[in-house]
Each structure stands twice: as C-alpha cells, then as structure tokens.
C-alpha cells in the first residue's frame, strides 16, 4: 500500500487512545500523557469501559460510542482484544493505527494476521505492533511511549526496535540534535521500512533518512523503495548483527564466502544507501550530509598549525580509502609568498603554531582556487600565540567569499582541538560541519566521498554488452527441468557443460566414463596431443569429491588414467557405501601458469535471493576470504564495480614478467551468469573455482551447480520470483512493423541506451517537446536522460521503439506505478517526423497490454489542451477526458483497464 493513508498518520487533526488507565505502567496512559504534555493541538479522545475519566480526559464506554472517526488510533490492550479494536476502528473511518502491544504472533491464524487482515479490508494503515509509536516533533506529535520529545529537526528516523528509538531519542537530544519524525516500527505487519523510505523522500521537512535495521521481511519491495529514496536525498543505516554466522552448512565455498551480512551490505551498497557501524557513526555522517552534499572527488588538502595533528588526518585518510591532494606548482609559488618559510611546503599545509587569523586566510585562499583538491580540511591546535576563534572566523569569511562562486565552491570541514563553543556555534551558523577530532574529520569527509559514489552509481551508463553475447535460454531450461524431473539437486558435469555452453560461459569440457575401458577411451585423444587429462568420481550424492580421493590429477597415460579409474570409484564406494556412483568424469588438464584463480558463483541468500559472488579462489578460499557481493542483475559497470571491491584484482593488472588479465572477459563473466541465474530461477547456487584468468581470457576448471523447484517467495508484480531487483523483463521485447511496413523493435529501455536519447531528442521539435514536458527544454545533462533510462521495473517501466535497419531510436513510452500499484501514469513522445505514421498507437497500445497483465485498474495522463494528436488518440482507444481542476490548461485522461 505504500504511502497511502500515511499523510494521516503524521499530521492527524485527531487521536484516541485505546487501552490508556489510571496504572502507572499503563503504556496508553504515557501515550495520553505525551500527546497532552508535547502539546498536541488536535482532539484527543480515550476509549475505556472500565473509567469515566483518566487524565481529566472523558472516556467512551467503546469505539462506536465515539462523537468522530478519529484519524489515528493508539492502542495498548491485550492481545485477544486487538483485532475486533482495528476492525471497529477501520469501520468507524479511522485512517491510521498504531499497535503498542506485543505478543501478536506471527503468520497465518495469528493475532497479527487477523489484524493486518481486518485493517486491510477497511484501507487503514498499522503501525507496529511491539512498536514505541510515532513522534513528529514540527507538529507536536507525540503518539508513543518515549521519555521525552526530542526537537524538531530534519531528519528522519525509521528503527525496528523500539528500544533503539528511545535511546536515540535521548542521544540527540543531548547533542542538539532534532527529527521531522521518528517511526517506531516493531513487527511492521503494515507499514514497514519501504512504506515510509517512499513517504520521507518526497517529504520537505525531510533532509535525511536515518535508518535502524535488524532485519528486512520484503526484499524486494525494501529495495525498489531505497533505490528510489536515496536519488532524491542521503539515506544512512545501522544494521545489527554484522558478525552473526550465517554460512555454518554452506555447501559451496560460494555459499560460505556470502554471510548474512555482507549480503546486506551488498543490498545496501546497491540501493545506494550509505552504511555506519554504529550510532556516533550515524550522526556524524548526519552532520556532514546536512551542511553538505556537493563533491567533486576524493583529494584532500590538510591546512593546520599543527604537524601532529596533520600527519594523524593523513594516516586516518589512508586508512580510509581517501587521497592526499598534491599541491599544484601554481599554489605552491603562491603560499611561498604568503606565508612564512617555515612552512611545510607539502599537503598537509603546516602554518606553525604561531599562525594567526590572516595566515589562515591566506593558506585556505590558495587551496580552495587549487584545481588539484577536490576539498579542504582546516585544522587548529590552541596556542597562546593567537586567538582560535579569530582563525575560525577568518576560515568562515573566505569559505563564503568562495561560496559565491558556485562553479569554484568546494567543501570546508573544520577541526577546531578543544574548541569554544563560539566556535563550534560560528561554523554551524556558517553551514561549515566541524569536528571534535581529525579522525571524525576525515571520516565526514569520507562520508561525503561514499554518498557521491553511491549517487554516481546509481546514475551511472553502462557500457553495451558484447553484441555476440546470445543466450541459449531454449538450450539451457532443458538441461535443468530433466534434472528436476528425476529429483536431483546438482546437476552433473556433463549437464554443467551443456549449460555453461549455452550463455558462452567457458569451462573444462567433461565425459562421462562408466570404468576404467571408458575413461581411457575418453581420454586418448588428449593423450594422442600430449594434454594431460583429470579423473573425478560422478556421483549425485558426493559434492566435495576430494574428501572421499575421488580426484585424479596430471594423467599422461593410459595405463594411468585405467589404474586412477578403478581406484577413484573403489575408495568413493568404500568412504560412502550408501552414494549412488554413476562413474568417472574425464577433464583436459587445464595448465596456464601465469593465470590467477578466481572464484565466482551465485548464493542463495533467504532474504535478498541470489547474490553474485566474486573473490579469490582455490582450495584455501574460506581461509582467504577475499571476496565482494552484489545482487543481481548485473551490467558490466557493475561488475567492474564488483571486481574492485576485492585484493585479488591488483593482481589482475600486470606485474613483472605476468601479462594482465583479461578483466573484460572476468566481468563479462559476471555478467553472464547473472543472466543465467535470471533466466533459469531454478538455480540455486552455482560454485566455479577455480576459474583461470590471464591474457586469454578466463576459464571454470571445476563446478558446482545446485538446483530446486522454483516457489513464489515474495509479493508484488510479476518478473523473476526470487531476485530481490526485477531484472530487464525480456519477455515484453516485440518485433513489429509500422503501417508503411518499417520494422521496428519495440522493448524495454535500458541503463545502456542513454546514447540514443540524444539523437533522439535533437530529432523532437521545441513544440513537441513542449508538449510532453510542460515547459521549454534546451538542454539534456546525463542526469536528466538517466532519470528517463535508470528505471525500476518493479514500479516503472518504458519501451523505445528502435529502427531495426539503423539502430535508430523513434519514440518512447513510459508508465510509472502509483504508490498502490493499482494505477499508473503514462507519457509518450514520438520523433517528430514519424508523427502520423502509426508508432505512437503502437506504443500506447503497448503499454496498455503492460499494465494490464500487472494488474493495473487504470491508467492516466496529464494533456496539454492544446495537444490534439494525443486527445484525439486517447479518445479512439476509450479514455475518459476531464479538464484538471487546478489548471485550466490541463486535461486529465483516465483509461478502466
């Protein structure tokens, strides 16, 4: 349901509490009181059978018996009473309940279940249950049981434990530190993380979204909901458990190599969410997203009066992944005249203990005008030399000088060591964040340098895939349904051949051999070549066959390979007695002795689904632990992505006499077994290790492929059942004609077809593109195509019709869900020499067929008046046109699906 209803549950004009008695401990009576003592100016009613009055506050005998519907209900009653309360209140017209009670249950026949079930009915929205409730501190909101009500602010906080919330309630309040609201979210059998990420980031008063997680329930929908939170504003998590063990059984060295968390930290980094570890953490990266937001790179410059404190920045900044900034020749000819000689003459500028406020100016005038920094660090240590606020202020003077230059602005932090807090109160006031210590300096700084990434990747464009890059989608579902036909779970080698070459993913070819006469026939003809050959015992029920000395290494001969077949199957007979043995599988011996071995695979994580896995590889890689995560689909900018996350692609590059790796085929690689994992749910975890990488290319030397049924694991619109991010929907491509009999390819967009919106446009009349948008357009930057090319097909989707003979891009057309996914708003725009020539009725007819297979009820659009074409279209294909009744220029366009 998403956002609806919520603007109810954060500005309601009335509130009763269900539940509240004369008890001390009485969770609804601290509710009455919050809500009376925060000054809550609406009414405030009480439901209670057993009271007249509580607080001086008159009580109804029951819902019915109260005078309104009012808008939110807060309830703090047993268990049992639970349900009939939501169902009396849903009837009543109440929009909004907030559930305090815990012990609900969880499932289906629970207590929580008939709650959400009753609350569904009646479109009323729940908060909790075993939730703190909701604060909104701007509106005097105080509908929880906190201690005390924290300032209003601008950030928001979303916390899944109620214990966290108050904490952190008192925490900032202690620092000064205020909220536009703080949500309480408990069991969220409704309103969860997804719901409220899509309401505060179109929420004004919202600057920031802070976020407390211990776990996500809807993977999915939590994802498509942060993608497109973190867009419009900074959002930042804490999640708990970072060390819990989530890999103890794995199967697969992929499987161990993909714990719990690092799954979530994979999710997150692809949302676009920046992670902290703990809650000083949280805050601090706060403070420096609210003051600032705008960065170009990663350089630091370092300007203090003390060496010490410089050299400790420079360490915490190598420690965290920034850069040292080198200063230009031009700056350095600069401070040599600016300042004394016994200044540093390197980065960090060290301008003596003695610097007085006009040195810090000069210094801190030259590195802000330095090309070669991308920010400024000012740093001071308190002397009796010269006055620490009079360098503050001089620091604040000529960072707003430089303000006013928006093109040359970069961002100042500032350190100022035992600082007043006159000087604190100045840099606040001059929207300049500052800082107990260098550390915390350098860790906002890098703050800042990790939300800029973040930023770019989500808006990144992609590089094309290969053009030879085919699936074999119809070669390879066979191979995984025969298997699952006869009850198995891994598919053997000589399936995993068959599969791999299906989607051009190179391995060690296999046979079969049934004995020992099979395997020496199977392997002469590498023998023949001088290739020597690698036995491995087949058998559904042996995964890790070295265990059981079911390998075979390096067999030049014959003779070899016959004695090393009978032996294999002998002792894998006598260590699993129980095992079905089908035979031997005959391998080439793969020899590249400059090749790097890798490991790349696929995890099946409960919550997120598959995870692609890429890291260092061999027989030790547990111990390693060399490897980086990311969710699926990938493209090849992610994948790149992926691989420098990890130690193992230094050596990747050249190094003394070694050749560098292919690193487009090892991405290419990723990427191809992200499609795979995509086109065939079926597969649950997939283990290539190791995988040889040198100039060449790469090859899978062994693997592993693990299978099962495929089962509808999350909600929401159709797409691949257990990704947690719906892939490209490949099944919506369309190869069609136009009425003049051009051939035209209608299909989704995509991240990589930014390139084509250029031409596109530039072929669109200034009145045309008027008429789409509303307004002029003269300019297209990448940020403005890529919010058109960057979609999440699992709330929005857009088909451009290609010219088949060119490559051409002729039209789009694009549909965005609502928050209720019941309905959605469309917008088309045709090249403006193809109007009239049958694209545009194609493509509506298209995204119309779209939203009804996803269940939509209508869709609709916004027309200008003056746009007869498209109300003379929108009439012939039966939509219901009404003027807009807020602009006398508009008219409103509404198809019943």
């Not at 501190?137 to 009500?149: D, T, V, Y």
């Not at 980065?347 to 210094?363: K, L, S, T």
């Not at 035992?418 to 929207?431: E, H, L, R, V, W």
């Amino acid at each position: 349901m998403s956002t609806y209803r919520l603007n109810k549950l954060f500005s309601p004009r009335s509130i009763v509490v269900v539940g509240a008695s004369p008890r001390a401990t009485s969770p609804g009576r601290a509710v009455l009181r919050n809500l009376r003592g925060g000054g809550f100016a609406g009414a405030i009613h009480l439901v209670n059978p057993h009271y007249e009055t509580i607080e001086d506050v008159r009580a109804a005998k029951s819902y019915d018996d109260l005078p309104e519907a009012p808008d939110v209900v807060v309830i703090g009653v047993p268990p049992p009473a639970i349900p009939s309360i939501v169902a009396a209140a849903g009837a009543k017209g109440t929009a909004a309940g907030i559930i305090l009670t815990a012990g609900l249950g969880h499932g289906p026949g629970s207590l929580a279940d008939a709650c959400e079930k009753a609350a569904r009915a009646a479109g009323m929205r729940l908060v909790g249950p075993n939730c703190l409730g909701v604060l909104v501190p701007g509106s005097k909101l105080n509908a929880s049981f906190a201690a005390s009500m924290p300032r209003p602010g601008d950030l928001a906080l979303i916390s899944q434990s109620g214990a966290i919330a108050t904490g952190l309630v008192e925490w900032a309040s202690a620092r000064g530190i205020g909220f536009s609201a703080i949500v309480s979210i408990g069991d969220s059998i409704d309103v969860d993380f997804a719901d409220l990420l899509d309401f505060f980031a179109l929420d004004r008063g919202t600057r920031a979204i802070l976020l407390y997680i211990e776990s996500i329930r809807d993977a999915r929908k939590f994802m498509s909901a942060a993608r497109a939170a973190a867009r419009a504003k900074p959002v930042l998590v804490v999640k708990s458990g970072r060390h819990a063990q989530g890999a103890k059984a794995a199967l697969t060295h992929t499987g161990a190599l993909a714990g719990a968390d690092a799954v979530y930290d994979a999710a997150f980094r692809r949302a676009g969410l920046l992670r902290v570890l703990d809650l000083d953490e949280l805050f601090a990266a706060a403070e420096t997203l609210g003051h600032l937001t705008k960065l170009s790179g990663k350089r630091l410059a370092l300007l203090t009066n003390g060496g010490g404190i410089g050299v400790m920045a420079v360490d915490r900044l190598a420690d965290l992944g920034g850069e040292l900034a080198e200063l230009s020749p031009d700056t350095m000819k600069t401070l040599d005249a600016a300042l004394p000689p016994i200044w540093s003459r390197a980065n960090p500028v060290d301008i003596a203990g003695d610097a007085d406020d006009a040195r810090y100016a000069a210094a801190l005038e030259q590195l802000l005008d330095d090309g070669q920094n991308d920010a400024v660090l000012v740093m001071n240590v308190p002397t009796a030399l010269a006055s620490a606020l009079d360098a503050a202020k001089s620091v604040i003077a000529v960072t707003e000088r430089h303000r006013r230059q928006p093109a040359a602005a970069k961002p100042v932090f500032a350190v100022w060591i035992g600082g007043s807090d006159a000087a604190s109160a100045a840099f606040d006031m001059a929207n300049i964040p500052s800082y107990a210590t260098e550390s915390d300096a350098v860790g906002g700084f890098m703050h800042l340098v990790q939300y800029r990434e973040s930023r770019e990747l989500l808006m990144a464009t992609p590089p094309s895939l290969p053009q030879d890059f085919a699936p074999n989608v119809t070669a390879a579902r066979p191979v995984i349904e025969a298997a699952l036909r006869a009850g198995r779970t891994w598919l053997d080698p000589i399936e995993m051949t068959r599969l791999f070459s299906a989607y051009g993913i190179a391995v060690t070819p296999a046979t079969l051999a049934r004995d020992a006469d099979e395997a020496v026939a199977a392997a002469r003809p590498y023998l023949e070549e001088g290739v020597a050959v690698v036995l491995k015992v087949l058998s559904p029920d042996i995964v890790h066959k070295s265990e059981v000395g079911g390998v075979r290494l390096n067999l030049t001969t014959e003779r070899a390979v016959r004695e090393a077949a009978a032996d294999v199957l002998s002792r894998a007979r006598a260590a699993k007695p129980e095992a079905r043995i089908t035979g031997v599988t005959v391998f080439p011996m793969i020899v590249r002795p400059k090749a790097r071995e890798l490991i790349v695979g696929v995890a099946d994580d409960p919550t997120f689904g598959p995870v692609i896995v890429f890291g260092q590889g061999g027989t030790a890689v547990e111990v390693i632990s060399d490897k980086a995560l990311a969710l699926p689909p990938l493209d090849l900018e992610l994948a790149r992505g992926l691989i420098a996350r990890t130690r193992v692609s230094r050596i990747l590059k050249a190094y003394r006499n070694v050749p560098a790796a292919d690193e487009r085929a090892v991405e290419l690689l990723l990427v191809k077994l992200a499609q795979l994992v995509a086109d065939c749910p079926e597969i649950r975890e997939i283990d290539l290790n190791p995988v040889l990488a040198d100039e060449t290319g790469v090859v899978a030397v062994d693997a592993r492929v693990s299978i099962a049924p495929v089962q509808k694991l999350r909600r929401g619109p159709s797409g691949h059942p257990r990704f947690a991010i719906r892939p490209y929907p490949k099944e919506w491509e369309r190869h069609m004609r136009l009425p003049d009999g051009t051939a035209i390819f209608l299909r989704p967009i995509r991240p990589e077809d930014e390139p084509l919106y250029g031409p596109f446009l530039a072929a669109v009349t200034a009145e045309d593109l008027r008429l789409r948008f509303f307004a002029p357009l003269k300019e297209f930057s990448h940020a403005f195509i890529a919010r058109f090319t960057q979609i999440d097909y699992a709330r929005a989707m857009a088909f451009i019709a290609i010219k088949e003979a060119t490559g051409e891009m002729l039209g789009v057309v694009r549909l965005h869900a609502k928050p209720d996914y019941a309905s959605g708003e469309y917008a088309i725009l045709v090249r403006s020499d193809l109007k009239g020539h049958g694209l545009g009725w194609l493509m509506m007819q298209m995204i119309i067929d779209y939203a009804r297979a996803e269940g939509f009820g209508t869709i609709e659009g916004e027309v200008l008046h003056d746009n007869a074409a498209m109300l003379r279209m929108c009439e012939e294909f039966g939509f219901a046109i009404s003027h807009d009744p807020d602009d006398p220029h508009i008219s409103v366009v509404k198809l019943s699906l």
